[in-house]
């Protein structure tokens, strides 16, 4: 999954509550979250995971309407993370359609200026260069604060907003569902049970989706189960709008009850 799942879910409290449950002994869950964790950098991380011997018996899922739609919302992300020369030919319609050739010319072909910072890191680790960094105030520190507190409305309204904005022209299809589906059949193949999550968003931002697009996703998730066998549960009602810092981002508390509904 990506940072939503990342934020709003406890891999510790998971466990906890399975084996208090007694459904397994010994069972480990492992929050493998990415930030713009999207299909296709789910079935990159799976290559990763099954190159290495990792086979989980269970593998969860997030999915939301938006990361289905045929415009990549995430497409700069892989551009300049994950993807290579045969990933970048094979996107290029999608590429388009994102509004991101520029960005995928510059990774390609202007790549020191690009990616400066990190080749700036990489020497100074090379070169064992040590600086100090003055900081001001704690930010990891206001961020953990800012997690505790449930968003105002305002705040409610700002993603709704940009809730609307990620769905415009909607369509299910391109790189996400491609990837989706093999990331799937490898699965399959291999046994893994497969379950899908819609995990919790706030009220203003789940209406945002409105009726046509929310019947397209439940269709296509329908879809899925019958060809593969999937599982899916969709939790995007279950908190209250209390339990949310921002409009999908579900504050410390949030977190522990979703954890513990999961």
């Given at each position: 999954?990506?940072?939503?799942?990342?934020?709003?879910?406890?891999?510790?409290?998971?466990?906890?509550?399975?084996?208090?449950?007694?459904?397994?002994?010994?069972?480990?869950?492992?929050?493998?979250?990415?930030?713009?964790?999207?299909?296709?950098?789910?079935?990159?991380?799976?290559?990763?995971?099954?190159?290495?011997?990792?086979?989980?018996?269970m593998v969860v899922i997030e999915i939301l309407p938006e990361v289905l739609s045929r415009r990549n919302l995430w497409l700069?992300?892989?551009?300049?993370?994950?993807?290579?020369?045969?990933?970048?030919?094979?996107?290029?319609?999608?590429?388009?359609?994102?509004?991101?050739?520029?960005?995928?010319?510059?990774?390609?072909?202007?790549?020191?200026?690009?990616?400066?910072?990190?080749?700036?890191?990489?020497?100074?680790?090379?070169?064992?260069?040590?600086?100090?960094?003055?900081?001001?105030?704690?930010?990891?520190?206001?961020?953990?604060?800012?997690?505790?507190?449930?968003?105002?409305?305002?705040?409610?309204?700002?993603?709704?907003?940009?809730?609307?904005?990620?769905?415009?022209?909607?369509?299910?299809?391109?790189?996400?569902?491609?990837?989706?589906?093999?990331?799937?059949?490898?699965?399959?193949?291999?046994?893994?049970?497969?379950?899908?999550?819609?995990?919790?968003?706030?009220?203003?931002?789940?209406?945002?989706?409105?009726?046509?697009?929310?019947?397209?996703?439940?269709?296509?998730?329908?879809?899925?189960?019958?060809?593969?066998?999937?599982?899916?549960?969709?939790?995007?009602?279950?908190l209250a709008d209390r339990y949310f810092y921002t409009s999908y981002y579900t504050t410390t508390d949030g977190k522990l009850h979703f954890s513990r509904l999961l």
């Amino acid at each position: 999954g990506s940072s939503r799942f990342g934020i709003a879910v406890s891999a510790e409290a998971v466990t906890q509550v399975l084996r208090e449950s007694k459904v397994e002994d010994g069972i480990n869950v492992v929050n493998a979250s990415i930030p713009a964790g999207d299909p296709v950098v789910m079935e990159f991380e799976t290559d990763q995971l099954l190159a290495a011997g990792v086979q989980p018996s269970m593998v969860v899922i997030e999915i939301l309407p938006e990361v289905l739609s045929r415009r990549n919302l995430w497409l700069n992300f892989h551009l300049g993370r994950q993807f290579r020369w045969p990933e970048v030919w094979n996107s290029l319609p999608d590429v388009y359609l994102a509004g991101t050739l520029q960005l995928a010319i510059a990774t390609r072909f202007n790549a020191v200026y690009t990616f400066r910072s990190e080749f700036r890191q990489w020497a100074i680790d090379a070169l064992k260069l040590r600086f100090e960094f003055s900081t001001f105030g704690d930010d990891n520190g206001q961020k953990r604060a800012k997690r505790e507190q449930p968003a105002d409305l305002e705040v409610l309204q700002r993603g709704a907003k940009f809730g609307r904005k990620n769905i415009r022209g909607y369509e299910i299809g391109g790189l996400n569902t491609r990837a989706l589906e093999r990331m799937i059949e490898r699965y399959s193949q291999l046994g893994t049970t497969i379950v899908f999550i819609a995990p919790p968003v706030s009220s203003l931002y789940r209406a945002a989706y409105g009726s046509p697009i929310d019947a397209a996703y439940l269709a296509y998730m329908r879809r899925l189960g019958k060809i593969y066998g999937t599982y899916f549960f969709d939790y995007r009602q279950r908190l209250a709008d209390r339990y949310f810092y921002t409009s999908y981002y579900t504050t410390t508390d949030g977190k522990l009850h979703f954890s513990r509904l999961l």
